[in-house]
């Protein structure tokens, strides 16, 4: 969400209103010393045209101060389990897509299902609060997976901020890609796919007793 904000201030402001027409004009910032004195008078009387790009930049900063300590969070939690579970991965890539896809798809539905029948209200906003907290968590569980699977078989020894750094540069660098329109919404259903498919995989690999397929 916070990221979605940024953006969206981000290209705010470089949009400002034709006070006079009351018409909007694409001013970009990069052109403003370029721009009359008239027009720069009057640019500068518009808090909002002043406050944008610090918003902008400052909603940005959070967003990275955000994933780091969700980074450093997950990293305790689950680095441990990782490092032992990912040298052991073994799994199809299409059918580990395929996985995650069923996840991505598959919740929302049990989640309308839940809300529509007044019995499972309850179960169904846990459901949706879990849901929206694994896709939100995401792009970290992605960056994660991947360092120590380059760790793993690289028969690598990262230490643990190493891997926070990393990852931490992973997921802006999946932040900068959401940024497209169409295509970065496309890629980031492809990149959280795979990482609940892959992390789901580890899951059954790790405790397979609790895979109900084996029985």
């Known amino acids: 969400m916070i990221r979605i904000i940024a953006l969206g201030v981000f290209f705010m402001v470089s949009t400002f209103p034709d006070l006079e027409s009351g018409q909007g004009v694409v001013l970009p910032i990069w052109d403003l010393p370029e721009l009359s004195v008239y027009l720069n008078a009057q640019i500068e009387e518009n808090w909002f045209?002043?406050?944008?790009?610090?918003?902008?930049?400052?909603?940005?900063?959070?967003?990275?101060i955000a994933h780091f300590f969700t980074l450093l969070l997950l990293n305790t939690l689950l680095g441990e389990y990782l490092t032992r579970s990912v040298g052991r991965y073994k799994g199809n890539g299409w059918k580990t897509f395929g996985h995650g896809l069923a996840?991505?798809?598959?919740?929302?539905?049990?989640?309308?299902?839940?809300?529509?029948?007044?019995?499972?209200i309850p179960f169904g906003l846990l459901l949706l609060a879990t849901y929206l907290i694994s896709i939100w968590l995401g792009d970290c569980l992605a960056a994660l997976l991947l360092c120590h699977l380059l760790n793993s078989r690289n028969e690598r020894s990262w230490s643990?901020?190493?891997?926070?750094?990393?990852?931490?540069g992973i997921v802006i660098t999946i932040d900068l890609l959401v940024f497209f329109p169409v295509l970065?919404?496309?890629?980031?259903i492809v990149i959280l796919a795979f990482?609940?498919?892959?992390?789901?995989?580890?899951?059954?690999?790790?405790?397979?007793?609790?895979?109900?397929?084996?029985?």
């Not at 045209?49 to 990275?64: C, D, E, I, T």
């Not at 498919?197 to 029985?215: A, C, D, E, H, W």
């Open 103 to 120: 996840y991505l798809i598959g919740i929302p539905v049990l989640i309308v299902y839940c809300l529509a029948t007044m019995l499972s």
């Open 184 to 188: 970065g919404i496309l890629i980031y």
């Open 49 to 64: 045209s002043r406050g944008s790009a610090f918003w902008g930049y400052g909603l940005w900063f959070l967003n990275v």
């Open 195 to 215: 990482t609940y498919g892959v992390f789901f995989s580890l899951v059954r690999q790790t405790y397979p007793n609790i895979n109900p397929l084996n029985k």
């Open 160 to 168: 643990f901020w190493t891997i926070v750094l990393l990852s931490l």
